[in-house]
């Protein structure tokens, strides 16, 4: 089950990085939004999410279960494990919060989206922070899981794009809540 989630996360990965890099372009007036193909990319990537969820939640419950029985749970030494669950779940929630955000509407051939103010501005940047934690915490047991060697350089480079990726996300989201209030 772990090697299936981690071949789900990777496929997240790259359709998160497709989705950061075409929705910051649209968020900074550099691509026309609405577009179909984005938006069944979104839905994909929402499914597989969705997915790695469920198997999460099953791996939680193996965990907790076995603690249970053991009577141990070793709460300090575990406790990256339930940092990653937390990131996780808050993830989930500011997904939510992002999607009934950019859920747009298309009139006459506009697409519009729903009101973007200080609120969704900061549900946005948290998401974006709780993205990091988590990507933080779980990209040693991803490349484990996926038979990458432990390479300190490669992790290294895979950390820096991401948060660039990630400071760029949240860029995009600031240049937006700036565009909605002068245009």
């Not at 950061?20 to 994909?44: D, Q």
Request: hydrophobic share 60%; charged share 15%.
């Amino acid at each position: 089950m772990r090697r299936a989630n981690a071949v789900v996360t990777a496929l997240i990965m790259v359709l998160f990085l497709i989705h950061m890099i075409w929705g910051g372009m649209e968020l900074a007036g550099m691509v026309k939004g609405g577009s179909t193909l984005f938006s069944v990319l979104s839905r994909v990537m929402l499914l597989l999410m969705a997915v790695h969820f469920l198997i999460a939640v099953l791996l939680t419950a193996q965990t907790v279960r076995a603690c249970r029985m053991s009577g141990v749970f070793y709460l300090k030494q575990n406790r990256l494990f339930w940092i990653r669950r937390i990131s996780g779940f808050a993830l989930m929630l500011f997904i939510l919060c992002h999607v009934l955000i950019f859920m747009g509407t298309d009139e006459n051939g506009v697409y519009r989206l729903s009101l973007f103010a200080g609120a969704q501005l900061l549900t946005q940047i948290l998401m974006v922070v709780s993205l990091l934690v988590h990507l933080l915490c779980n990209i040693t047991p991803l490349r484990i899981a996926l038979g990458i060697e432990d390479r300190h350089r490669i992790r290294t480079d895979v950390m820096l794009v991401l948060s660039c990726l990630l400071f760029l996300a949240g860029a995009a989201f600031v240049i937006y809540f700036i565009r909605w209030r002068v245009i």
